[in-house]
């Protein structure tokens, strides 16, 4: 329970209370632009974690019934070892087992894949949109203006993008 019930709730308190004073910063430095990206973000997040949603719970609801009929598979073949030797029903079982463990991996895999994949276009967005803003200046010939405001974000960028997935943790 200490171990990792505990130090997920510390860690959650510390990144929320970081993220809450890295906000209120932002939004001292500048609203507009601080409302802008906090309701970009949060709502590409939100877009993403309804699309993602349902296939991350197939994807458990298959993981478990799986899970459930390798033990039955295996509490069949080790009740009944006379009967699986006399009837010669090794293979049948094993391939049981190989069929509902390569639904597992598969399965497992996907729900891992999916669980990266809105941290990833959250950072990605950001990025590009930081970039995008600094050829603008850049071509506007207001950078060197924008530069401490750029610099900022750019630091909020790099200290917030690996709460989405860790909190998700």
């Given at each position: 329970?200490?171990?990792?019930?505990?130090?997920?709730?510390?860690?959650?308190?510390?990144?929320?209370?970081?993220?809450?004073?890295?906000?209120?910063?932002?939004?001292?430095?500048?609203?507009?632009?601080?409302?802008?990206?906090?309701?970009?973000?949060?709502?590409?997040?939100?877009?993403?974690?309804?699309?993602?949603?349902?296939?991350?719970?197939?994807?458990?609801?298959?993981?478990?019934?799986?899970?459930?009929?390798?033990?039955?598979?295996?509490?069949?073949?080790?009740?009944?070892?006379?009967?699986?030797?006399?009837?010669?029903?090794?293979?049948?079982?094993?391939?049981?087992?190989?069929?509902?463990?390569?639904?597992?991996?598969?399965?497992?895999?996907?729900?891992?894949?999916?669980?990266?994949?809105?941290?990833?276009?959250?950072?990605?967005?950001?990025?590009?949109?930081?970039?995008?803003?600094?050829?603008?200046?850049?071509?506007?010939?207001?950078?060197?203006?924008?530069?401490?405001?750029?610099?900022?974000?750019?630091?909020?960028f790099v200290g917030v993008s690996g709460y989405p997935q860790a909190i998700i943790n």
């Amino acid at each position: 329970f200490t171990n990792n019930v505990l130090i997920a709730i510390v860690t959650m308190i510390s990144k929320g209370f970081f993220l809450i004073v890295v906000l209120a910063f932002m939004m001292n430095v500048n609203a507009l632009a601080s409302i802008t990206i906090i309701f970009s973000v949060v709502g590409v997040y939100v877009l993403i974690y309804k699309g993602l949603r349902n296939r991350l719970l197939s994807n458990g609801q298959h993981i478990s019934k799986s899970m459930t009929n390798l033990y039955s598979f295996i509490a069949e073949s080790l009740n009944g070892i006379k009967e699986t030797k006399f009837y010669q029903l090794e293979n049948y079982y094993l391939e049981k087992y190989i069929e509902d463990s390569d639904t597992i991996a598969k399965k497992t895999a996907s729900s891992q894949i999916i669980s990266i994949v809105p941290k990833s276009v959250i950072e990605f967005i950001i990025f590009s949109t930081l970039v995008t803003i600094l050829i603008y200046l850049y071509g506007s010939g207001n950078l060197t203006e924008n530069l401490p405001v750029i610099t900022f974000f750019l630091s909020f960028f790099v200290g917030v993008s690996g709460y989405p997935q860790a909190i998700i943790n």
